[in-house]
Protein backbone atom coordinates (compact mmCIF):
# COMPACT_ATOMS: atom_id res chain seq x y z
CA UNK A 1 0.00 0.00 0.00
CA UNK A 2 1.56 3.04 -1.30
CA UNK A 3 1.21 5.41 2.41
CA UNK A 4 2.18 8.67 0.55
CA UNK A 5 -0.90 9.26 -0.91
CA UNK A 6 -2.61 8.89 2.30
CA UNK A 7 -5.45 11.23 3.66
CA UNK A 8 -4.95 11.16 7.25
CA UNK A 9 -7.67 11.75 10.05
CA UNK A 10 -6.95 15.17 10.84
CA UNK A 11 -6.46 16.56 6.90
CA UNK A 12 -10.46 15.21 6.39
CA UNK A 13 -11.55 16.73 9.84
CA UNK A 14 -9.92 19.99 8.91
CA UNK A 15 -11.22 19.61 5.48
CA UNK A 16 -15.08 18.55 6.69
CA UNK A 17 -15.11 21.74 9.26
CA UNK A 18 -14.10 24.31 6.05
CA UNK A 19 -16.83 22.69 4.06
CA UNK A 20 -18.79 22.99 7.01
CA UNK A 21 -17.90 26.59 7.71
CA UNK A 22 -18.92 27.52 3.88
CA UNK A 23 -22.03 25.78 3.95
CA UNK A 24 -22.67 28.08 7.58
CA UNK A 25 -21.34 30.78 5.83
CA UNK A 26 -23.73 30.68 2.74
CA UNK A 27 -27.18 29.07 4.18
CA UNK A 28 -27.69 30.95 7.51
CA UNK A 29 -25.78 34.15 7.32
CA UNK A 30 -27.66 35.58 4.33
CA UNK A 31 -28.55 39.06 3.55
CA UNK A 32 -31.79 39.72 1.37
CA UNK A 33 -31.02 41.56 -1.68
CA UNK A 34 -33.39 42.82 -4.66
CA UNK A 35 -32.39 39.75 -6.49
CA UNK A 36 -31.77 37.01 -4.31
CA UNK A 37 -29.85 37.24 -1.21
CA UNK A 38 -25.78 38.28 -0.43
CA UNK A 39 -24.18 36.03 2.22
CA UNK A 40 -20.90 35.17 4.40
CA UNK A 41 -19.77 32.07 2.65
CA UNK A 42 -17.48 33.63 0.45
CA UNK A 43 -15.06 35.03 3.15
CA UNK A 44 -15.04 31.42 4.54
CA UNK A 45 -13.37 29.98 0.62
CA UNK A 46 -10.81 32.70 0.85
CA UNK A 47 -10.02 31.55 4.18
CA UNK A 48 -10.10 28.02 2.90
CA UNK A 49 -7.70 28.36 0.25
CA UNK A 50 -5.32 30.73 2.45
CA UNK A 51 -5.02 27.57 5.58
CA UNK A 52 -5.67 24.38 2.94
CA UNK A 53 -4.23 25.16 -0.18
CA UNK A 54 -5.48 25.38 -3.72
CA UNK A 55 -7.20 22.38 -4.00
CA UNK A 56 -8.56 21.36 -0.46
CA UNK A 57 -9.75 25.65 -1.05
CA UNK A 58 -11.32 24.68 -4.03
CA UNK A 59 -13.30 21.68 -2.48
CA UNK A 60 -14.22 23.10 0.44
CA UNK A 61 -15.77 26.01 -1.85
CA UNK A 62 -17.81 23.76 -4.11
CA UNK A 63 -18.95 21.21 -1.73
CA UNK A 64 -20.10 24.09 1.24
CA UNK A 65 -21.75 26.12 -1.41
CA UNK A 66 -22.99 23.58 -3.76
CA UNK A 67 -24.71 21.94 -0.48
CA UNK A 68 -26.12 25.17 0.79
CA UNK A 69 -27.66 25.62 -2.75
CA UNK A 70 -29.03 21.89 -2.52
CA UNK A 71 -30.43 22.48 1.19
CA UNK A 72 -31.71 25.83 -0.15
CA UNK A 73 -33.65 24.83 -2.86
CA UNK A 74 -32.12 26.74 -5.40
CA UNK A 75 -31.31 22.91 -7.11
CA UNK A 76 -30.87 24.70 -10.69
CA UNK A 77 -27.64 26.44 -9.14
CA UNK A 78 -26.20 23.96 -7.68
CA UNK A 79 -23.19 22.49 -10.05
CA UNK A 80 -23.24 26.04 -11.86
CA UNK A 81 -22.18 27.11 -8.04
CA UNK A 82 -20.14 24.31 -7.37
CA UNK A 83 -17.92 25.11 -10.39
CA UNK A 84 -17.80 28.65 -10.01
CA UNK A 85 -16.66 28.37 -6.26
CA UNK A 86 -14.30 26.04 -7.25
CA UNK A 87 -12.88 28.02 -10.06
CA UNK A 88 -12.47 30.93 -7.65
CA UNK A 89 -10.24 29.47 -4.95
CA UNK A 90 -8.31 27.71 -7.98
CA UNK A 91 -7.31 31.12 -10.02
CA UNK A 92 -6.93 32.58 -6.03
CA UNK A 93 -4.53 29.45 -5.26
CA UNK A 94 -2.86 29.28 -8.44
CA UNK A 95 -2.06 33.04 -8.43
CA UNK A 96 -0.88 33.28 -4.69
CA UNK A 97 1.09 29.65 -4.24
CA UNK A 98 2.43 29.60 -7.71
CA UNK A 99 3.04 33.26 -9.83
CA UNK A 100 3.47 35.61 -6.86
CA UNK A 101 4.63 33.27 -4.04
CA UNK A 102 7.14 35.26 -2.95
CA UNK A 103 4.56 38.70 -2.84
CA UNK A 104 4.11 39.99 -0.07
CA UNK A 105 0.80 40.92 -1.17
CA UNK A 106 0.07 37.06 -2.74
CA UNK A 107 -3.29 36.06 -1.09
CA UNK A 108 -4.98 39.57 -1.75
CA UNK A 109 -4.10 39.53 -5.45
CA UNK A 110 -4.71 35.88 -5.93
CA UNK A 111 -8.45 36.52 -4.46
CA UNK A 112 -9.32 39.83 -6.05
CA UNK A 113 -8.33 37.98 -9.52
CA UNK A 114 -10.31 34.80 -8.84
CA UNK A 115 -13.29 37.59 -7.50
CA UNK A 116 -13.02 38.93 -11.29
CA UNK A 117 -13.87 36.04 -12.49
CA UNK A 118 -16.49 34.54 -9.57
CA UNK A 119 -18.47 37.51 -10.87
CA UNK A 120 -17.87 37.53 -14.55
CA UNK A 121 -19.36 33.53 -14.53
CA UNK A 122 -22.06 34.12 -12.29
CA UNK A 123 -22.45 36.67 -14.79
CA UNK A 124 -22.59 34.23 -17.95
CA UNK A 125 -24.47 31.89 -16.29
CA UNK A 126 -27.22 34.03 -15.86
CA UNK A 127 -27.75 35.54 -19.31
CA UNK A 128 -29.34 32.48 -20.87
CA UNK A 129 -30.81 31.86 -18.23
CA UNK A 130 -32.54 35.05 -17.02
CA UNK A 131 -31.69 37.61 -19.81
CA UNK A 132 -28.99 40.04 -20.43
CA UNK A 133 -31.08 42.87 -18.07
CA UNK A 134 -31.52 40.78 -15.04
CA UNK A 135 -27.72 39.33 -15.34
CA UNK A 136 -26.24 42.71 -15.67
CA UNK A 137 -28.67 43.99 -13.00
CA UNK A 138 -27.12 41.75 -10.44
CA UNK A 139 -23.56 42.91 -11.00
CA UNK A 140 -23.58 45.49 -8.08
CA UNK A 141 -24.60 43.30 -5.34
CA UNK A 142 -22.59 40.36 -6.59
CA UNK A 143 -19.34 42.11 -6.84
CA UNK A 144 -20.62 43.96 -3.16
CA UNK A 145 -20.72 39.86 -2.06
CA UNK A 146 -17.20 39.44 -3.85
CA UNK A 147 -15.60 42.01 -2.46
CA UNK A 148 -17.10 41.42 0.95
CA UNK A 149 -15.65 38.46 0.96
CA UNK A 150 -12.20 38.90 0.05
CA UNK A 151 -11.93 41.87 2.74
CA UNK A 152 -13.34 39.59 5.50
CA UNK A 153 -12.15 36.57 4.20
CA UNK A 154 -8.40 38.28 4.33
CA UNK A 155 -8.77 39.76 7.50
CA UNK A 156 -9.98 37.07 9.32
CA UNK A 157 -7.05 34.56 7.83
CA UNK A 158 -4.97 37.56 8.94
CA UNK A 159 -6.43 37.85 12.39
CA UNK A 160 -5.90 33.92 13.29
CA UNK A 161 -3.21 32.48 10.78
CA UNK A 162 -0.29 32.45 13.36
CA UNK A 163 -2.52 31.22 16.43
CA UNK A 164 -4.73 28.74 13.97
CA UNK A 165 -1.40 26.89 12.55
CA UNK A 166 0.10 26.45 16.24
CA UNK A 167 -2.94 24.68 17.09
CA UNK A 168 -3.08 22.48 13.73
CA UNK A 169 0.64 21.52 14.48
CA UNK A 170 -0.18 20.34 17.68
CA UNK A 171 -3.07 18.22 16.66
Known sequence: MNTKNMISTKE????????ALVFLGTFYFK????FGYTHLGDCMIILAVCLLGTKKGALAGALGAGLSDLLGG?????????AIKAAW???MGVVAFKLLKNSKYNLLIGAV???FFHVLLYTMVKIPLF???YALSTLLTL?????????LGCLLYRLIK??????????
Not at 12 to 19: A, L, P
Not at 143 to 151: A, C, F, R
Open 131 to 133: GYA
Open 12 to 19: VTIEGMMI
Open 143 to 151: SIQTVTGIV
Open 113 to 115: LGG
Open 31 to 34: IPTL
Open 162 to 171: GKLQHILVKL
Open 89 to 91: AII
Open 74 to 82: YTAWVLPTM
